[in-house]
């Protein structure tokens, strides 16, 4: 008869655990692979965030440029630049105001009075004023305007683009760009380091029409720039 074999000299591997290298070693790699997912997460939020605001951002100056020629007066695309502890619309939100028209001489008055609810860009997203240029790639930023409305409330400090009263731009060849990004309260919106490959814009041609391009190199040179 065979001789049973010693439980004691058996190895048995239904109970053998993990080792803490073993261990360890799991933990990395699970880490390693959180961190890709954030990473890829953010950046297909921030692309999806800036390709839905540059659609409607073009949109809002093919409204605008509409405006100007249906009312037969100029129209304006205004970015709020008022207060910059409004996080909710400092550099976010965009409306249209046209000049007002006096009834009894159907002519142009010298105030202006907002013609739309406007637009807000999706969170994470700001217009940048450093990218953005008034004539071109290759001029100046954008500067700020100060515009008395109608509506006390509304009034303050804009970037402002103007369409005339034939639909035409006021300032061919100038830019808006817009990128993704953060904002500590009370400061400029700061990019990120994925933003600096998620930017997005169109230029603004003479007839009024908008071109758009996705190329950072289309709208300066990104690897300096620190904040918008």
């Given at each position: 008869m065979k001789k049973p074999q010693d439980p004691?000299?058996?190895?048995?591997?239904?109970h053998r655990g993990f080792s803490l290298v073993e261990l360890l070693v799991v933990i990395v790699i699970m880490t390693i692979l959180m961190t890709m997912g954030a990473m890829g997460i953010r950046n297909l939020t921030g692309g999806k965030g800036t390709s839905t605001?540059?659609?409607?951002?073009?949109?809002?100056?093919?409204?605008?440029?509409s405006t100007a020629i249906g009312r037969g007066a100029p129209?304006?695309?205004?970015?709020?630049?008022?207060?910059?502890?409004?996080?909710?619309?400092?550099?976010?939100?965009?409306v249209i105001a046209a000049q007002d028209i006096d009834p009894a001489t159907g002519l142009p008055r010298n105030s202006w009075s907002l013609v739309s609810r406007g637009y807000t860009l999706p969170d994470g997203v700001f217009y940048s004023k450093e990218l953005s240029r008034a004539s071109g790639t290759d001029s100046a930023p954008m500067?700020?305007?100060?515009?008395?409305?109608?509506?006390?409330?509304?009034?303050?400090?804009?970037?402002i683009y103007e369409f005339n009263s034939q639909g035409l731009s006021t300032t061919p060849g100038a830019?808006?760009?817009?990128?993704?990004?953060?904002?500590?309260?009370?400061?400029?919106?700061?990019?990120?380091?994925?933003?600096k490959r998620d930017f997005a814009g169109f230029a603004i041609w003479g007839n009024g029409e908008?071109?758009?391009f996705r190329n950072p190199?289309?709208?300066?040179?990104?690897?300096?720039?620190?904040?918008f």
């Open positions: 004691s000299s058996r190895t048995n591997h239904a605001a540059l659609a409607n951002t073009e949109a809002v100056f093919a409204e605008a440029r129209a304006r695309v205004l970015i709020d630049m008022r207060d910059i502890n409004d996080q909710g619309n400092y550099l976010r939100r965009i500067q700020p305007q100060s515009v008395t409305l109608s509506k006390a409330t509304d009034s303050g400090n804009y970037m830019t808006f760009v817009i990128g993704s990004g953060a904002r500590p309260k009370g400061s400029a919106p700061i990019i990120n380091g994925a933003a908008t071109s758009a190199a289309q709208c300066g040179d990104l690897t300096s720039l620190k904040n």
